[in-house]
C-alpha cells in the first residue's frame, strides 16, 4: 500500500493536496479510493470564477514548499508522440473518452473505437497509442485502434521470431489464396499454403478459425503471409516416420485419393503419398483410373511394393480381391455360353471380357460357317455384347478360346446332300477375279467358277469377260469337298461341249475365213464360225520379217487359211496361210497338206501328219497370246 498525492481545486483558486491510499503493483495504478468524472458538467458547480488579477494578487506573496514542488514535477512523464503509453479514464459522455496519461492535460478518444463490450469505466487503466501532443485546438490526440494495432503487432512480430503457433479466421478469398483475421490485422494466406494436398474448393475453408505460422513478416509494410500447410508438415513428418517403421509388404492400409493422373493414382496415407498404379487398379481392362475411383474418395489399398531408403510405395487394389482364373475352369467350362463385352479388335480376332480381369478370343475363323471373313471389325464394333461358346481354356497360359458360329448349326453338315455332283443351280455373281467367279448358292455357301469352266471356246483372261457382278446365272455342281468347305462349279458344264461338233465341221484340209481379231508377233487369231477361234501361225523366218509382215494384217479385216488342226485343249482351229508360212520352200505348204490330206484317212484327224514346223510356231503363237503368269492358280476371294 501506497500514498499518493492528488491535488484539487477547494475554491477561490486555492489548490489543496490530498493525501489519498491506493494499492500498487510495479508502480502502475489499479484502484484509485476517489475518482472523479472531468466530464461530468456538474462537477464545478460551486467553482467561483475569479480573474487572472486576483489570482495573482493573492499568490504574490505564496512561497511554495520545495516538497510540494518536487511531488509536482513527479507527476509528469516523459511523453512523445506516434507511442504507446498507459493511463488512466478518467471521464466519459456520449461523444469521448478521457484518458490522463500524466501530460498537462488528458488526452481525448473517439468513444466509437470501443465496443459497447469494451466500453471502460472511469479509473480503469488503458493503454492507447498518443497521436498528437497538441492538435490545431489544442487537444491530446489518442487512438485505441492504433493502439490494439501496435500490440497485436507487436505480439505477432515475437510469434515470428519464435516461431509459435497463431490463430486466425478465413474471413474472404481473393486471387491466390484467402484473407485471414487475426485479430485487428489482416494476413495473406496463399492457396498452396492452406493443405499439403490441392485444394479443389476454397471455398469451404470460408468463416473457419486455423491455426497457422507465420512465414513472411514484413515490418515496413505492415504485409504479413501465414502459412497451415507447414504445420500439417510437421505433423506429417511424424507420421511419416512411425508408418515406415511399421510398414511391410502385403500391409492393409487405409488412404484417400490425392490426385488422378492418366497413369496412376496418388494415395495419402497419412503422412506419405503412395502410388496405386493404373495396372493394379483392376483385373480388368480399364482406360482411366477414373473409372474407378474419383478425388478425396477414402479407399483401403494394399502395399505391394516399397522403396524405405527412397521412401516410395507402390499400392494396389486389385490385390484386395483373389485373382480371377483362379477358378475360371470351374465357372466356364468347356462347351458353356458366355456372355462379354468387346474390348480390342484385331485383323486375327476379336477380345471379349467375360468378367474383370478374364478375356476370351474369338478368332477370325471362329464367326462364320459359311462367310470368308478377313477382318472381325466387319462385324463388330469395341463395346459390343457377344454371345460365345467356350471352346478351350489353357490356364497356365491364361487363354480361352471362344466361339460364335458355334451357336447356329453348320450349314456344311448337309452340304453334299443339297448340291450333289452333277445337278444345276441357280445363284447370283457375288465376285469377279482373275482366277474366277464366286457364285452365292444360298445364303452363306458360296461356289467358286474357274476361269477355265466358263467358256468352252474363248480363252478367258478375267471372270468379268463373261460374267458380271450381281448377275444371275445357272451353274453345274463339279466338286463338293465338306473337308475343305469348298465347292467346285462350272459355267460352260451347263451347255453340251461343242468340240464333237466343231471337230466334224472344221475337217483337215478345209479352207475357212474370219475377221481377224488379234495380230501378233508370232501369228494372226481370226474368229470363225460356231463361236471358235483359228489361229494362223507365221512360219520360219526372222523376228524382223515377222513384225513386217504381221504390219500387213489390221484387226477387223478378213482373212482365210486353210484347216490343219483342231484343238480342243488349246481351244484353237490351226489355220495355214501360204503367204504367212514363208519363203524359201521347193515345194509350196499347200501342196504338201493336199498330199498328206489325199493318203489319209480325213475323217480322222489323229492319222494326219501336217509339217511340224507350223504345228510348233502354232504353239508359239499361242504361249504369246497368253503367256505364262496370266491365270493364276489361286487369288484372295474379295
Known amino acids: 500500500m501506497n500514498k499518493s498525492k492528488i491535488t484539487e481545486p477547494v475554491g477561490e483558486g486555492i489548490l489543496e493536496t ?10 502502475t495504478l489499479s484502484n484509485v479510493i476517489e475518482v472523479k468524472d472531468y466530464l461530468n458538467p456538474n462537477l464545478f458547480d460551486d467553482v467561483r470564477v475569479v480573474t487572472y488579477q486576483e489570482i495573482e494578487a493573492s499568490t504574490e506573496n505564496e512561497k511554495i514548499s520545495d516538497e510540494i514542488d518536487q511531488a509536482y514535477l513527479a507527476t509528469l512523464v516523459d511523453i512523445s508522440e506516434h507511442q504507446l503509453i498507459k493511463g488512466r479514464v ?8 478521457l484518458i490522463d496519461i500524466g501530460f498537462k492535460s488528458e488526452g481525448i478518444i473517439d468513444r466509437n473505437e470501443f465496443s459497447e463490450d469494451e466500453l471502460p469505466m472511469i479509473g480503469d487503466q488503458v493503454e492507447v497509442y498518443l497521436e498528437f501532443l497538441e492538435d490545431a485546438g489544442g487537444n491530446t490526440i489518442l487512438s485505441k485502434e492504433k493502439a490494439d494495432f501496435l500490440k497485436r503487432w507487436r505480439d505477432l512480430r515475437e510469434a515470428f521470431e519464435n516461431q509459435t503457433t497463431i490463430s486466425g479466421k478465413i474471413i474472404r478469398r481473393i486471387k491466390g489464396g484467402m484473407v485471414v483475421d487475426l485479430e485487428v490485422v489482416q494476413a495473406f494466406l496463399p492457396g498452396s499454403q492452406i493443405d499439403v494436398r490441392p485444394i479443389q474448393d476454397f471455398d469451404i475453408y470460408l468463416n473457419k478459425m486455423i491455426e497457422l505460422k507465420i512465414v513472411k513478416f514484413n515490418e515496413s509494410r505492415k504485409n504479413i503471409v501465414v502459412s497451415h500447410k507447414v504445420i500439417l508438415e510437421d505433423s506429417l513428418q511424424v507420421q511419416r516416420e512411425t508408418l515406415f517403421k511399421e510398414l511391410e509388404i502385403g500391409s492393409i492400409l487405409e488412404g484417400r485419393v490425392k490426385n488422378i493422373t492418366d497413369f496412376g493414382v496418388f494415395v495419402d496415407l497419412g503422412g506419405i503419398d503412395g502410388l496405386l498404379h493404373i495396372t493394379d487398379l483392376s483385373w480388368g481392362r480399364i482406360n482411366h483410373p477414373s473409372e474407378i475411383v474419383s478425388l478425396n474418395d477414402d479407399i483401403t489399398v494394399k502395399v505391394i511394393e516399397y522403396d524405405e531408403e527412397r521412401k516410395r510405395i507402390s499400392l494396389g487394389l486389385k490385390q484386395l480381391t483373389p485373382h480371377p482364373w483362379d477358378e475360371v475352369e470351374i465357372k466356364y467350362p468347356v462347351g458353356n455360353l458366355v456372355t462379354g463385352k468387346i474390348v480390342s479388335l484385331t485383323n486375327y480376332g476379336a477380345f471379349i471380357e467375360i468378367e474383370p480381369g478374364v478375356e476370351g478370343l474369338i478368332h477370325v475363323s471362329e464367326i462364320s460357317w459359311t462367310r470368308h471373313i478377313k477382318n472381325p471389325s466387319e462385324e463388330y464394333s469395341l463395346g459390343d455384347e457377344v454371345d460365345a461358346q467356350v471352346l478351350s481354356i489353357h490356364t497356365d497360359e491364361r487363354k480361352i ?13 448337309e452340304i453334299e446332300e443339297k448340291f450333289m455332283v452333277g445337278t444345276i443351280h441357280k445363284g447370283k455373281v457375288r465376285n469377279l477375279t482373275r482366277f474366277g467367279a464366286f457364285i452365292e448358292l444360298k445364303e452363306g455357301i458360296d461356289g467358286l467358277i474357274h476361269i477355265s469352266d466358263l467358256s468352252w471356246t474363248k480363252v478367258i483372261h478375267h471372270s468379268r469377260e463373261i460374267l458380271e457382278k450381281e448377275q444371275k446365272i445357272e451353274t453345274r455342281v463339279i466338286e463338293v469337298s465338306r473337308e475343305n468347305r469348298r465347292i467346285s462349279l462350272g459355267y460352260k458344264q451347263v451347255q453340251d461341249d461343242p468340240w464333237p461338233a466343231i471337230t466334224d465341221y472344221y475337217e483337215a484340209g478345209k479352207e475357212v475365213s474370219g475377221e481377224i481379231i488379234r495380230v501378233l508377233d508370232k501369228g494372226i487369231i481370226i474368229q470363225l464360225d460356231m463361236d471358235v477361234e483359228g489361229i494362223i501361225p507365221f512360219g520360219k523366218m526372222s523376228k524382223k520379217d515377222r513384225r513386217a509382215l504381221a ?66 510356231a502354232a504353239k508359239e503363237a499361242e504361249k504369246e497370246e497368253n503367256p505364262p503368269g496370266t491365270e493364276p492358280d489361286s487369288e484372295s476371294k474379295k
Open 18 to 27: 490530498a493525501e489519498v491510499i491506493v494499492e500498487s503493483k510495479d508502480d
Open 90 to 97: 478518467v471521464g466519459l459522455n456520449e461523444r469521448d473518452v
Open 401 to 413: 478360346s471362344l466361339g460364335v458360329k458355334q451357336l447356329s448349326p453348320d450349314p456344311w453338315d
Open 551 to 616: 504390219n500387213q494384217y489390221e484387226v477387223g479385216a478378213n482373212l482365210s487359211g486353210i484347216v490343219m488342226k483342231v484343238a480342243p485343249d488349246d481351244k484353237k482351229v490351226v489355220l495355214y496361210k501360204e503367204e504367212l508360212a514363208g519363203i524359201g520352200r521347193t515345194k509350196s505348204a499347200t501342196d504338201e497338206v493336199k498330199e498328206y490330206l489325199k493318203n489319209q484317212d480325213t475323217s480322222t484327224n489323229e492319222k494326219l501328219n501336217l509339217p511340224q514346223e507350223l504345228f510348233a
